[in-house]
């Protein structure tokens, strides 16, 4: 992913995560900037993205700018990840999955983290994620999961 792709990303993400889950640009091309090789889009013109960086603690708040990255993180936390609906069953979602598990391992972080949302819980669990008593869902809004994937 490039700064460049950040617009569609946005669009892409408004699309369908819906006003609820808004997030500005700033928010996408801070983390980014902060974890460039966490970042993969896919497809021309956009199909699926993802957006994840080191981290430790409770799962950052929707909306929110880091500032910085952890100095000793315990996780590759998945920030968001789309398919595009007209996209989905193509494989991309796998993809994705399976190249931050790879970048997971380079980074020798034990496990990937991200906050289910949008009942998509069923979805990651395909994945290899299960739920845990994770913190700081509050701005993710109600039936927010926050699940992992040991590694």
Not at 18 to 31: D, L, T
Not at 43 to 48: R, T, V
Request: some cysteine; proline content about 8%; glycine content about 10%.
């Amino acid at each position: 992913m490039q700064p460049a792709d950040l617009p569609a990303v946005l669009a892409l993400a408004d699309a369908v995560h819906g006003a609820a889950f808004h997030e500005p640009i700033a928010i996408f091309a801070e983390r980014q900037k902060l974890f460039p090789k966490g970042c993969r889009a896919a497809g021309d013109p956009l199909l699926a993205y993802a957006i994840a960086h080191p981290w430790r603690g409770p799962a950052p708040a929707l909306a929110s700018l880091l500032g910085r990255l952890p100095e000793a993180p315990d996780c590759l936390y998945l920030h968001d990840a789309v398919v595009a609906p007209e996209a989905r069953g193509a494989g991309l979602g796998s993809a994705l999955v399976e190249h931050l598990v790879a970048l997971a391992r380079a980074e020798k972080l034990p496990r990937l983290a991200l906050t289910a949302v949008h009942g998509s819980a069923a979805y990651w669990g395909r994945h290899g994620f299960a739920a845990y008593a994770g913190d700081g869902l509050e701005s993710y809004g109600e039936g927010a999961v926050a699940m992992q994937r040991l590694l």
